[in-house]
């Protein structure tokens, strides 16, 4: 064994591929962070740091990073905690519950571009159903009481709907203060039946005589055995659920491409759009790259996160 | 401390029956064993006791009063799962202490970081403390206080299991075989353990099991249970000597108890393979019996007249005692005796061996596997 070498053919397959297709292009990028270098050049000149001065100095670059972070923290508390209430909900059914998994589960599996177009239709300040149906209920006095809240005698001109009512509804995609929140709640709407199907699968395995001997020790309420037994012995669910959701809300392009292209005023600019503006619209691969080794580094942090809490906390 | 009866009670999933008609009556103190094979609706009983689930019909009593639709936690019962079913984020200490914070602290004194602005819960609390430390005493857990069920062997997170039954010091204890995850040895210590705290505490013991031994050495009385139906309810050396039915006399006692086919004529004399057995019958009609012999109950005899025979086959060898397996020329039905050393040395695989009982001992039962009564006559 000692004077052979025949050990490093058999891993030097799997060692090139690895290093081909997952190390190099990152090397590579890294590289070309450092370089003013644009598609079709001959040449590039070495720009050093340049690159990241400007991703954290600039305001539009501010705006990126603001963008993907407030993305992510809408979409992700909202889609895992949707996700863990639907599973609860689905698994306490006796009958129907594969019928809701897979209506849950359509949008995961749905394309997200041809998705999109429905809901730029649907979204539509003028012709969408959204504002239809919500301009339908300010002549309801009974809604309009409820969303207003008149009913209890506020002033319904000072609420939101009511104000709406009397002048007009928002333009969802066209407006910055509603547009990343618009595609905050269409990635909701697409990711959280994932998160879902997590869950059941994490719930299965929670054994039943923990909830009984969480009966016989009188935990009579749902909630109590909620808080004793399942949200604890889900731990590792909560992990693995979180960080997917997180990595794939920085991930979030599609929508953005198709419904809003980074606008109004950079207010839904997030980071892969960025990317693809910058490193392919417009030819400017070095400031591409430097987003992407960024990108990367969020993405290295929070799996470091996972694997410290899948580690150290959650595995009993 | 209390009694619980069971009456007419029954279980069905849809059309399938898993209880028919059980009715117990369990004395305060008491240690009784349900016992029977896998599937026979022991658990079941268990957990019905227990409030898990709900019988088709009959009634169920707690020290005389009906709990049909009493919760679970407000029956005042403590359950011991086989599987322990200890939290797993939980030190052994937070396992003790919940079952008493959810029964004396109240839903706003359970509150993290408020609840401790509550003015009882401090008051409250230590009389906690007090109890568990008590109990982990008893139990001998105080070292593992602070450590997660994770740490702890099999032995350990049994006596924590039985520490979070006892902290609530319940009218009763309900065990769904907690022995059965244990190896061999520890089961055997664990026994002797377990009979020691029922003598402390005096509190009712309902334990099922599948091990007829764990039954007979730990038990008040025995409640034997097969498909649904409770056989036989009696003291453990009653079920083993007088059992009623020959599914109870077969599954208690180890090695299995012999079943030899007879046949009775008209007159009353009963022939079983070939052999004339000295046994008299009240009920003098032509009909198929099986005679049970228990394996300690049958004895060696060279030659002698009235005797059966068979090939020795396998001789397994206890030390103490020696089990001899012979054919007897039944497909189905191999013969087993039990004897000392000594008498089997002689025996070699292959030998013909003569055997034969006194005739009281042998156990009747008609076709259906009911028991007859049936007189021996003197010794073979």
Redesign the interface.
Known sequence: MQNSKVHYWFIAPALLLMFILLILPVIVAATLSMTDYSLGNSSFNWVGTDNYEKLFSRRSYAKMFSASLTYVLIVVPISVALGLGSALLISSLRIGNELYKAIFFLPVMATLLAMAIVWEFALNPIMGVVNDILRSGCDKRLIYGFFTGSWYGADPLQSWYGAACADRFPIWLGDKRYALGTIAFIGIWQGFGFNMVLYLAGLTSV?R??Y??A??????SAW?RFK??TW??L?PTHVFVITISSIRSFQVFDTVEALTEGGPSKSTYVMVYAMFEKGVRQNLLGIGSAITIVFLAFVLILTLIQVYFVNRRVH? | MAGITLQGVTKAYGSQSVLNDINLDIADGEFLTLVGPSGCGKSTTL?II???ETQSTGDVFIDGSIVNET???KRD???V???Y?????LTVHQNLI??LK??DLTALERVPLFGHLMPERGKKMSIISSEVQKVAEILKIEPLLDR???QLSGGQRQRVALG?AMVRNPAAFLMDEPLSNLDASLRVHMRAELSELHRELKATFIYVTHDQAEALTMSDRIAVMMDGDLLQLGPPDEVYEDPTDIRVAEFIGSPKMNILPAICDEKGSINCLGQKIKVALKDKTKQSLSIGIRPEHLVLQSGAKSSFSGLLTYKENLGSDVFLHLDIGLETQKVVIRTDPQDANSAKIGDKISFGASPNKYLVFDANGKRIDARGRGNS
């Open positions: 054994p005589e923990l009984q001997a009966h016989m020790d009188g935990a009579d109590e004793l037994v604890p012995m731990g009993y | 957990r227990a409030g898990l919760r679970p936690s019962l403590a359950m799962f086989q599987s079913a200890l939290y797993p984020h919940t079952p959810l029964r997660k069920p994770g979070r």
